[in-house]
């Protein structure tokens, strides 16, 4: 921060303040590292007063986007702002980003793919951090969609009077993702009571833990309360007290979250739908002696999906030894160009018909366990 008040006008200087204070909002390596830097305040305030001065240049603007999204929905709302500031901020941010140069590299459709792939998640995301400025009392849902340079995140940011709960009082990893928090319906209220798993250490909850909140109605209202934090350090075990929301307006937010699809990508969307039609006939796998694993984005490229499956030998008929031989398989369906529905009942019709042990790879179990089932063991 003081190096950008001496030399405001350097755009390289300032070009690397914002991309340092991006990374420093990530949630990986668990608690992101922009509510430890004392100086965070000022660091944002020199750094968006001289935005402008940027070359709009695609990594700057993926940088000055994801501190947009985060001083709108993520762990920087946290900070000591003095009323207003942090929204005076976002103004702007959003006329920096909407002036035509900057506007012109959200256009563009460059020949690199992880470029392609940045400029693609500008446009979709580019608008989301300029709606909801001021914080509004109650709840409110985002899903947030990291850089895809950055390990990718993608996390369903829970807001309670404008401030991110997940980074506020567990501060170990990312909120869910919306796979498990929105599609699944885990956060339909009822009058019987359901524990919701929240969110998970960056670790694994086995290690640092999980933050876990459980549901109800209450008459007219939701109630948000019994908070766990499992496996948590005794630093952190602090959880959130609890909360009540008025039922009409809970469910008209949960409903309009799970039916934004404006931060999804042709991959994801796919997988979500394949990963909704195996929820719904789960025969299409055990037929084969298969039991569902996860779908999604592959890790390497987001843009292929994977599906994963375990191959336990009895499994259709009841006979699964647990301790037997077993094989863990993955699918990869690369990227062609098809709409989402379209490649997704493919995908779903394919296992229908054709047993996946005959076009999906070996990727785990042992291999003894692949020689004694008759499968080749992945070398390298």
């Keep these: 921060a003081d190096l950008l008040l001496e030399s405001p006008l350097d755009s390289r200087l300032l070009s690397q303040a914002a991309r340092l204070l991006a990374r420093m909002t990530s949630p990986h390596d668990y608690r992101a590292k922009i509510l430890d830097y004392a100086d965070a305040v000022p660091a944002y305030q020199a750094v968006v007063a001289h935005a402008s001065q940027l070359a709009s240049s695609l990594d ?26 942090r929204e005076a901020l976002l103004d702007t941010l959003d006329s ?25 998640w500008i446009r979709r995301t580019a608008r989301q951090p300029f709606h909801h400025r001021t914080p509004a009392p109650g709840l409110r849902i985002e899903v947030a969609v990291s850089d895809p340079v950055d390990p990718s995140t993608v996390e369903t940011r829970i807001l309670i009077d404008g401030r991110p709960l997940v980074a ?8 869910a993702p919306p796979e498990r928090l929105l599609d699944t319906g885990a956060l339909h209220a009822t009058t019987e009571p359901h524990e919701v798993e929240l969110a998970e250490a960056y670790c694994t909850e086995g290690c640092c833990g999980a933050l876990y909140v459980t549901i109800r ?42 039916n934004d699809e404006a931060w999804s990508w042709p991959a994801r969307t796919t997988a979500r739908l394949i990963t909704a039609g195996l929820r719904e006939q789960p025969d299409l796998l055990t037929r084969w002696d298969a039991q569902r694993g996860w779908t999604g984005t592959d890790f390497a490229d ?3 999906i994977a599906i994963s499956f375990t191959y336990w030998p009895g499994l ?19 990227d062609d160009n098809t ?34 089932l008759g499968y080749p063991w992945p070398e390298g």
Excluded: C, M
């Design 316 to 334: 259709s008929s009841g006979e699964k030894d647990k301790d037997g031989t077993h094989l863990q398989f993955i699918w990869t369906l690369p």
């Design 302 to 304: 987001p843009d292929a």
């Design 217 to 258: 109605r209450d008459g007219s209202d939701v109630v948000w309360s019994d908070w766990r934090l499992s496996n948590t350090p005794a630093s952190r075990q602090q959880p959130p007290p609890a909360y009540r929301f008025d039922a009409t307006a809970y469910d008209a937010e949960i409903t309009r979250a799970e």
């Design 168 to 175: 506020e009082f567990f501060g170990l990893g990312p909120a």
């Design 96 to 120: 920096v980003l909407g002036a035509p140069a900057w506007s012109a590299v959200a256009e563009a459709s460059p020949a690199d793919p992880v470029a392609l792939r940045r400029t693609r």
């Design 60 to 85: 700057d603007f993926a940088a000055l986007l994801s501190l947009a999204l985060d001083l709108h929905s993520g762990p920087s709302t946290l900070l000591d702002w003095e009323p207003g500031r």
């Design 339 to 372: 709409p989402p529905e379209t490649r997704a009942a493919a995908a779903l019709r394919r296992l229908a018909t054709t047993d996946p042990k005959t076009y999906a790879d070996v990727r785990g179990g042992s291999r003894e366990h692949a020689a004694a």
